[in-house]
């Protein structure tokens, strides 16, 4: 059954996240980008309105409500801007629903509560410097002492690195080959060993908290380990399969700001003596990104449905990820050709879209490595 019809409720949902991108976030955008910091209070903020609970059950302090729900407001906040809308997605979906789905009772109740109220950050550590796509390969030790684990290595990349409160940590804690060696850890960063070093210079993404994370001699309890021994790189993938429909939601988004702001900037500008919305050339830029747009919102909505309707969805998820994340740098690079010169400046959307898109073609895995996981998934053999 195919039915494109938002519910009421689902409806409520998505003009609540316009609401709030309006009143909250659109009027810093420039200057939190500039800055090369989102103001934090922007967290408590997402944790009041229950956008850092979404899908997660009441018991634990969440808001409820299904992934097509989840995507609406994943699609909002990326339209408004990525960096806020990264915050939610790993803290929320790589984070809090990782632990809701693998915790025991006493980690959800550990950390599910502050999680899903913005009171606590939560970051994703699976990328090493030596390990990004292969990341089952990576080599941040766990080494079992008494009822103790003691962690050692450095994690990149990670996003919202210097603001968590908890790292969702993948170390290799066995001698077992391969993946199945790497296991899951919840490391509260005040832990001694734990230091964070922000990184500086990105293309996009200004504003997010993205950090190098060291551990050395980090102790932490036995009763850290999240799920079984050896199951981490499973929980990662079974983490990071959700989360791609949040990235292809947030491109659904930045794709959606281009072509807002392209249409609105075709009726004002005038060349030739008429508004440029009279060059059919012109008209094939929008016409371009209208498409990515709807095709992408209807990958990433396909996912949804699957999830909520408790289907495997891992692959469609890949194809969403892929397909969204390279129709927005197409959708934010079309808008910015609209704009022209005024483009290349970031008193104007379309050069911040470009660079905030242009990263979700990499994390996550990149798009040749989503491609392998739907080449997988169409022969059976894993070209990897
Ligand atoms: P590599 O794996 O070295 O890839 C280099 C190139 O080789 C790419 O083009 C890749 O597609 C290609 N390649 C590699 N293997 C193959 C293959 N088998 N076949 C064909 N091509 C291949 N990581 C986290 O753990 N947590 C985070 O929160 C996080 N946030 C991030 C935020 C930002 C801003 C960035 C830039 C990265 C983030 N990452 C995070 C890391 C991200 O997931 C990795 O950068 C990504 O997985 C790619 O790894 P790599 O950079 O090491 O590239």
Request: aromatic share 6%.
């Amino acid at each position: 059954m195919v039915n494109l019809e938002l519910s009421e409720e689902q409806s409520a949902v998505r003009q609540l996240a316009r609401d709030f991108v309006e009143r909250e976030i659109t009027p810093h955008v420039v200057a939190w980008d500039r800055a090369e910091e989102v103001d934090r209070g922007i967290v408590k903020k997402l944790g009041d309105v229950g956008f850092l609970g979404l899908t997660i059950d009441e018991e634990y302090g969440g808001s409820g409500g299904d992934h097509l729900a989840y995507c609406l407001v994943t699609e909002e906040l990326g339209r408004g801007d990525s960096s806020v809308r990264g915050i939610v997605s790993v803290s929320l979906g790589l984070v809090a629903k990782t632990v809701a789905a693998w915790g025991s009772e006493e980690q959800k109740r550990r950390w599910l509560p502050g999680l899903t109220s913005g009171a606590a950050v939560g970051c994703f550590g699976l990328t090493e410097p030596g390990t990004g796509s292969d990341a089952g390969n990576l080599a941040t030790r766990a080494v079992r002492d008494g009822d103790d684990y003691v962690l050692n290595g450095t994690k990149m990349f990670i996003t919202n690195g210097t603001w968590a409160d908890v790292v969702l940590l993948f170390a290799r804690s066995t001698d077992a080959p391969g993946h199945k060696g790497v296991s899951a850890f919840l490391v509260p960063t005040d832990t001694p060993g734990l230091t964070r070093r922000t990184i500086h210079g990105k293309l996009g993404l200004r504003g997010q908290a993205t950090a190098e994370l060291v551990l050395e001699d980090v102790r932490i309890p036995a009763s850290a380990l999240l799920g079984e021994e050896g199951k981490g790189f499973s929980i990662a993938m079974s983490a990071l399969a959700k989360g791609r429909m949040s990235v292809a939601a947030g491109c659904v988004g930045i794709a959606q700001a281009a072509l807002d702001a392209a249409v609105r900037y075709a009726g004002e500008r005038e060349q030739f003596g008429k508004t440029i919305a009279h060059h059919q050339l012109v008209q094939e830029l929008l016409s371009d990104i209208a498409l990515d747009v709807d095709a992408a919102r209807l990958l990433t909505w396909r996912v949804a449905d699957l999830i909520d309707r408790g289907r495997p969805f891992a692959v469609e998820s890949s194809k969403a990820k892929l397909f969204a994340s390279e129709a927005a740098v197409r959708a934010a690079n079309n808008a910015l050709q609209v704009f022209g010169g005024y483009g290349y400046i970031d008193e104007y959307p379309a050069g911040k879209l470009l660079r905030d898109a242009r990263v979700m073609t990499l994390y996550e895995g990149t798009s040749q490595i989503q491609k392998l996981v739907i080449g997988r998934a169409l022969t059976g053999v894993s070209a990897f």
